[in-house]
């Protein structure tokens, strides 16, 4: 049974808009959540992430949302820009990280 | 350079041959994982080290086998690979298991079992 799920798989914005990225999960003891960027060819890269204590975290374009009572969380990039598109994996942590599917972001010119 | 190194990057090989993919890691990490990504199926763990001699199975165990005798390495071995384990592999290391540790990651081994 799936933890974090991306029922996304994919997801296309024009360059300049906001681009929105969803991840629900179901087990209410992970404490942590965090968004990883990924690129054809190279490995995933650390994007941004969330204590559960908290309700936004935010760094430059890139702010993630935390809803606890929906058990949702949300990546928003805005400006989008075309260095954006990539697979985006949503993770939670209690023991271990899991991870989503992942949803890839086409950043249309 | 903080980095996590994996060998090699391609791997082709054939059924029954046993292989070994090297990972390490500069960071002094105490937390290595290994993972494996395929189609509709996102990133899956399949072995992970909480520190020197301490291994445990992830989520996609079978098949694998891991060893960590130095802090650094964490070698991910197949024993009898099958077609099955054909799959983009990632090893990953961070400072702690938990918390809101960021997960540092290799750049990945493209395995094909024939």
């Known amino acids: 049974d799936q933890q974090v799920k991306q029922n996304s798989p994919s997801l296309s914005v024009q360059e300049g808009r906001i681009s929105i990225l969803n991840c629900d999960y179901t087990?209410?003891?992970?404490?942590?959540f965090l968004w990883y960027k990924k690129y054809p060819a190279e490995g995933p890269t650390f994007l941004i992430s969330?204590?559960?204590?908290?309700d936004k975290n935010e760094d430059g374009r890139f702010t993630v949302f935390l809803n606890k009572s929906a058990k949702h969380l949300s990546l928003h990039i805005v400006p989008s820009q075309p260095g954006d598109s990539a697979v985006y994996f949503c993770?939670?942590?209690?023991?271990?990280?899991?991870f989503g599917k992942g949803t890839r972001l086409h950043i249309l010119p | 350079e903080a980095q996590v190194t994996q060998n090699p990057r391609y791997l082709i090989t054939v059924t029954g041959k046993k292989l070994t993919v090297t990972c390490s890691q500069n960071?002094?990490?105490?937390?290595m994982s290994w993972y494996r990504q395929d189609p509709g199926l996102g990133l899956r763990q399949i072995y992970y080290?909480?520190?020197?001699?301490?291994?445990d199975k992830g989520d996609v165990p079978e098949g694998y086998k891991v060893s960590r005798k130095e802090k650094r390495n964490f070698p991910l071995i197949l024993e009898s690979p099958s077609p099955n384990q054909t799959s983009l592999y990632f090893c990953?290391?961070?400072?702690?298991?938990?918390?809101?540790?960021?997960?540092?990651f290799g750049q990945g081994t493209r395995l094909t079992v024939v």
């Open positions: 990953a290391s961070s400072l702690t298991r938990t918390g809101n540790t960021e997960a540092f």
């Open positions: 087990n209410s003891m992970f404490d942590y």
């Open positions: 969330i204590s559960s204590i908290k």
């Open positions: 993770a939670a942590v209690d023991d271990k990280i899991i």
């Open positions: 960071m002094n990490h105490e937390y």
């Open positions: 080290s909480m520190n020197v001699e301490v291994t």
